[in-house]
């Protein structure tokens, strides 16, 4: 078989599914592949690392209880995961401003407040940052030389090499993969325009 | 109405091309396209701010340490057979998990439909039974206002003996791998489990607190293992004394409370 194709599909990929069976691995496989980003969405919001790291905790074994709830027809299982944890930091969030009173009483130490980020923002951002891995190589470098690099498509040629009309198409389409895939697992609120299908 | 090409769509995002005069026209005039073109900005930012996401740190060995003994706990525990056999038939949302199974906050259930409210209940009111027959039936009331304490504690309770329960955080100084669960068990004792304590120069004592009015009482010592069972008061207001904290004392002749806490959580029924 020497036929390149010149994007191949996307591995197959079945966690989704086998975490909602309550796969014996599928729990250690999710962690392994989205433990990051949950700790990386609780330690953007919360100032006690080792809150941030119970989040996490609490995140994947609730997911894990509550598996029968998880529809991968709805939604991508990082998806689901983030959307757990950033009511965990919230409800963390609340609990600690609550606690803090208490400590602060008994060890007269106030703690700073913190500016803190937007978590639906944050949330965003990893669903994001996970369709751009998934994304075909091609597509995946072109965006980023445009999304990093700030470069514009006619440099993006220059550079990789690659035809203007090509590069144009990579982006095209990455775009849309990152779109589709923003409405389907982001967190921000509110409905979002359906958008204009058929861009593939 | 003709709709701009999708493609010229995304390079407008991006600031790839300006619009001609034919497609500001259009964009001035058709919402559809400009909402499109407002998202694909948006997914451009997001894009933009994604940089170094992909290689974030591991986290921790221990929280993963954490999540195998907490879901082997809950997995082993009668009650979550029972609820895991309670499908769900309707579609959840992403929260549904957390109002299945944890301490959720009670101000979503009016965001509930009526069958999932219904079968929340159900389980609500076989949990409550047995937390009403319990010794300790003081901490019932602690599930009125869990919203407000720490509802993040997701195993519902690994075993039906347990009324109450706190995931205990290190506090400030303390080594952050430091960290323990506090149970009411329904006899009325408090189940305390600790692990990477620091060491100190004294004792490690148990105190609950009440937020609200700053008083406390010290339910016991730890000794040297990981776990102690030390009895509660059988008329405590678990409601009024929510915090479980763990402090470093000293043999000072001092019974007040040092004020160096290495542990702290707050109890959720």
Redesign the interface.
């Known amino acids: 078989m020497t036929a390149l194709r010149q994007e191949p599909d996307p591995p197959v990929d079945d966690l989704d599914r086998r975490f909602r069976a309550g796969d014996d691995v599928a729990?250690?496989e999710a962690?392994d592949r989205y433990?990051?980003?949950v700790?990386?969405l609780a330690t953007s919001m919360l100032a006690?690392?080792?809150?941030a790291?119970?989040?996490?905790?609490?995140?994947?074994?609730?997911?894990?209880?509550?598996?029968?709830?998880?529809?991968p027809a709805?939604?991508s299982l990082i998806?689901?995961l983030?959307?757990?944890g950033?009511?965990?930091v919230i409800?963390?969030m609340?609990?600690s401003a609550?606690?803090t009173?208490?400590?602060e009483?008994?060890?007269?130490?106030p703690e700073p407040a913190q500016t803190q980020p937007d978590p639906d923002?944050v949330v965003?951002?990893?669903v994001?940052?996970d369709e751009?891995?998934r994304l075909p190589d091609d597509q995946r470098r072109m965006?980023e030389l445009?999304?990093?690099d700030?470069l514009?498509?006619q440099q993006i040629a220059t550079v990789t090499g690659v035809p203007l009309g090509t590069v144009?198409s990579h982006?095209?389409r990455g775009?849309?993969s990152?779109?589709r895939r923003?409405?389907v697992d982001g967190a921000a609120p509110g409905p979002?325009?359906a958008?204009?299908s058929?861009?593939r | 109405m003709q709709h701009l090409d999708h493609d010229r769509l995304v390079f407008l995002a991006l600031g790839e091309s300006e619009a001609d005069n034919g497609e500001s026209t259009h964009l001035g005039t058709c919402a559809l396209c400009r909402a499109e073109v407002a998202s694909l900005q948006q997914v451009a930012g997001l894009g933009t701010e994604t940089q170094g996401l992909a290689d974030l740190p591991d986290p921790p060995e221990h929280v993963w340490q954490g999540i195998e003994a907490q879901v082997r706990a809950a997995e082993a525990g009668p009650l979550l057979t029972d609820t895991r056999r309670r499908r769900v038939p309707e579609q959840a949302d992403t929260t549904t998990a957390e109002q299945t199974f944890g301490a959720a906050a009670e101000s979503t259930v009016t965001r509930l439909d009526p069958a999932r409210r219904s079968r929340r209940g159900r389980g609500w009111s076989g949990w409550m039974a047995t937390a009403v027959t319990a010794a300790a039936a003081a901490a019932v009331g602690v599930v009125g206002t869990v919203s407000v304490l720490r509802p993040d504690d997701p195993t519902p309770t690994p075993t039906p003996v347990v009324v109450a329960s706190a995931p205990l955080a290190a506090y400030g100084a303390t080594p952050p791998t430091a960290k323990g669960d506090a149970r009411v068990l329904k006899d009325g004792q408090l189940h305390l489990h600790v692990a990477n304590l620091p060491s100190v120069a004294g004792y490690y004592e148990v105190w609950l607190i009440n937020p609200t009015t700053m008083e406390m009482f010290s339910v016991g010592t730890l000794g040297g293992g990981s776990d102690a069972l030390l009895p509660l008061p059988p008329n405590v207001d678990l409601k009024s004394y929510s915090v479980v904290d763990v402090s470093a004392e000293q043999y000072d002749n001092n019974t007040r409370h040092s004020g160096d806490s290495l542990l702290r959580g707050s109890l959720t029924g």
């Open positions: 729990l250690r962690y433990g990051r980003a700790l990386h006690n690392r080792s809150d790291e119970d989040v996490t905790q609490a995140t994947f074994v609730a997911a894990w209880l509550g598996r029968d709830t998880f529809d709805k939604g998806g689901w983030l959307g757990i950033r009511r965990k409800d963390r609340r609990a609550r606690e009173r208490v400590v009483t008994v060890r007269q130490l923002r965003d951002r990893l994001i940052a751009l891995a965006l445009a999304f990093y700030d514009t498509h144009k982006i095209r775009m849309a990152l779109k923003w409405e979002r325009p958008g204009i058929g861009t």
